[in-house]
């Protein structure tokens, strides 16, 4: 595999650490990418559609097998290391970012598996809270990495869901399939239509023409706070209502938005504007896909900007930051349509961008995002990387 100077540079520096802190080289290394959802914004926990990528910024774990059972695991983008024995999990209060790590440990033996123990060293380029997913992708590093050192033969999507539990169960945030589904299964080149009732993707092509941006608001944004176990919840109850009207409703991706309104007095109207963003949401994915892979743009652009108000209006995600990076958009050249990335509440937008505009694109939307926020963005290609997988393991067992 050729290595590019990037690549090398960064491997380079996660080596000279790892020699500091363990007295060792490593003898593994994994990847696992962050993602960024082009349409579908929390239909997955109502088992709707998304039309996702991974994209080429992740997470990487360089590690060394160790005999005792014990992990050791640092992070050169958070502090603080930790130390655990597989045989006894327990939550870490100091250095919270290790209990994705610990929960993957956790639910890989809830399942039979045996994970074998390592001195590990976290280097990631996903910027953390940004709504690309950093915690899917050290989830899914650290399963890819129990995966090799025992190994273990786990089809991807398995481990999808067992990260996705790890972070239900063990965390404690209660997300659906999305991201870890995105970072196991990410294809070079290709976004995922993936339906989260039957937890499958099909591949879907963006026809040649348009560039997707990343636009990075770089407002911080804190997801284990109540706003998202609330809108879940406001679904729930949507559904509730729904089903005794409609029994084979079991959940938003079987409404519509008929018989959504037809009993619009029924519901509490907080409840009926989540479940009317979802219920519209989940159709705009579907034609989002078709738009995109038949290079009809235009309709694209206004997909996303209808998924944009609606999140705004009905779903009520939408920050002020998220806002001035949509006008800065909006006003840029070659700008076709923009909606935010994730959970929202900050963290990324997604845009779609005329091909060839992108520095311009760049460049209009960094000055004048910065100027009405004094914040400084970070704008960038959102390139479709492939999921998650080993990048080197010397010694690999015969
Ligand atoms: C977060 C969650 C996902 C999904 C998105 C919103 O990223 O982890 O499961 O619900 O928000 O679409």
Redesign the pocket.
């Known amino acids: 595999m050729e290595i590019s100077p990037d690549t090398q540079a960064r491997k380079d520096l996660i080596s000279t650490k790892f020699i500091e802190i363990y007295d060792n080289s490593p003898e593994i290394w994994v990847q696992a990418p962050g993602r960024v959802?082009l349409m579908?914004?929390?239909?997955?926990?109502n088992e709707g559609f998304?039309l996702t990528q991974a994209i080429d910024r992740n997470t990487w774990i360089a590690a060394r097998p160790r005999k005792d059972g014990r992990v050791r695991i640092c992070s050169l983008n958070a502090p603080g290391c930790s130390e655990f024995d597989l045989q006894n999990l327990t939550h870490d209060e100091a250095t919270p970012w290790t209990n994705y790590v610990r929960g993957v440990a956790d639910i890989l033996q809830q399942e039979g598996y045996t994970p074998l123990g390592f001195d590990g060293l976290v280097h990631s380029t996903i910027p953390f809270g940004s709504?690309l997913?950093s915690s899917?992708a050290l989830e899914v590093a650290t399963a890819t990495l129990f995966q090799a050192l025992g190994r273990l033969q786990i089809d991807p999507v398995v481990i999808a869901k067992m990260c996705q539990r790890a972070e239900n169960e063990f965390v404690g945030?209660n997300?659906?399939?999305?991201?870890q589904y995105s970072s196991a299964m990410g294809k070079a080149g290709s976004v995922l239509l993936l339906d989260c009732r039957t937890i499958t993707h099909e591949t879907k092509p963006i026809a040649p023409g348009l560039q997707v941006m990343i636009c990075d608001t770089r407002a911080e944004r804190a997801?284990t706070g109540s706003e998202?176990p609330e809108r879940r919840a406001q679904c729930e109850l949507g559904v509730r209502i729904l089903t005794g009207f409609y029994p084979h409703i079991k959940n938003l991706r079987d409404a519509t938005l008929e018989q959504l309104q037809a009993h619009q007095s029924d519901l509490d109207p907080v409840v009926f504007k989540r479940c009317h963003f979802i219920i519209a949401e989940n159709q705009r994915v579907l034609d989002v896909a078709e738009a995109l892979a038949s290079g009809d743009y235009l309709e694209a652009g206004r997909l996303a900007n209808e998924s944009f108000a609606g999140a705004r209006d009905l779903y009520e995600i939408v920050s002020q930051e998220m806002i001035a990076m949509q006008a800065a958009i909006m006003a840029a050249p070659g700008a076709l349509g923009t909606r935010g990335a994730?959970?929202g509440f900050g963290g990324c937008m997604v845009a779609f961008v005329e091909s060839g505009q992108e520095d311009t694109f760049t460049q209009y939307v960094t000055r004048h995002y910065q100027a009405s926020t004094g914040i400084e963005p970070q704008v960038y290609p959102g390139v479709a990387a492939d999921g998650a997988g080993i990048l080197e393991f010397y010694n690999a067992p015969g």
């Open positions: 959802d579908g914004s929390h239909t997955d926990y998304v709504g997913s899917a945030l997300c659906g399939i999305l991201d997801l998202y994730g959970a």
